[in-house]
Every structure is written in structure tokens, then in C-alpha cells.
């Protein structure tokens, strides 16, 4: 079975950072690429940053470039999401998420990703 852990959430000030962690079992993503969602209340997930391991091709979307950071542990499937420069619009559940399929895929998509973690509540205040 599948699982993905996230793990990092928490309050902070706005110009803080925080650092979330999502760690896969069950299954190598190697080949897969591994992202980050981000949902409000009332609004669509939406997609912060992914990575396909195999090539190293990533994706940031326009609201958190420059601030964020997408990194994946050599060791085994764990990805990280480091964000600096946090603004009261980047609270949200944050999850993790796997792909649907190997390769590169339409990163922004949720439906190209199978595997979903439980999500870890980021929130900055101003």
C-alpha cells in the first residue's frame, strides 16, 4: 500500500520560513515525478512546485518563485519543500502528492497524480 507522510505545517510570521517533509512508502517514485498541492477552502488545489526524480525537471508555479525550494533525498523517497519569504496568502493544507504515471507529466494537473498524502496546515500570519 501506498503512503505518503507529509510532515512541517505549522504558524508562522509573515517574512518567516518553514520546511515540509513528505515521505513515500510502498512504492519507489524514482521514476515518477512527486509535487506539492496547496488547498484553501472554497478554492481548487492547486500546484506549488513538483519534480521528476529521473531527469531533475521541476515546476514551480508563478506565485512562489523565488521563494520556494523543491529538493528530494538521494536516499530514498522523500521530498522536501522549503519556503522562505511566507505572505499571509500562502496559508493553506499543503499535500503531498505522487503520480499517476512515470515521466513527465502536466505537473499542475491533480488528476496526473495517484497517491495523496493527508496534508499539513500552513499558516502565516500577518
Known amino acids: 500500500q501506498v503512503q505518503l507522510v507529509e510532515s512541517g505545517g505549522g504558524l508562522v510570521q509573515a517574512g518567516g520560513s518553514l520546511r515540509l517533509s513528505c515521505t513515500a512508502s510502498?512504492?519507489?517514485?524514482?521514476?515518477?515525478?512527486m509535487g506539492w498541492f496547496r488547498q484553501t477552502p472554497g478554492k481548487e488545489r492547486e500546484c506549488v512546485a513538483a519534480?521528476?526524480?529521473?531527469?531533475?525537471?521541476?515546476y514551480y508555479a508563478d506565485f512562489v518563485k523565488g521563494r520556494f525550494t523543491l529538493s528530494r533525498d538521494n536516499a530514498g523517497n522523500t521530498i522536501y519543500l522549503q519556503m522562505n519569504s511566507l505572505k499571509p496568502e500562502d496559508t493553506a493544507v499543503y499535500y503531498c502528492?505522487?503520480?499517476?504515471?512515470?515521466?513527465?507529466?502536466?505537473?499542475?494537473?491533480?488528476?496526473?497524480?495517484?497517491?495523496w498524502g493527508q496534508g499539513t496546515q500552513v499558516t502565516v500570519s500577518s
Open positions: 502528492a505522487g503520480a499517476r504515471f512515470m515521466g513527465v507529466i502536466t505537473y499542475n494537473d491533480p488528476d496526473a497524480y495517484a497517491y
Open positions: 510502498g512504492r519507489t517514485f524514482s521514476n515518477y515525478a
Open positions: 519534480i521528476v526524480w529521473s531527469d531533475e525537471s521541476t
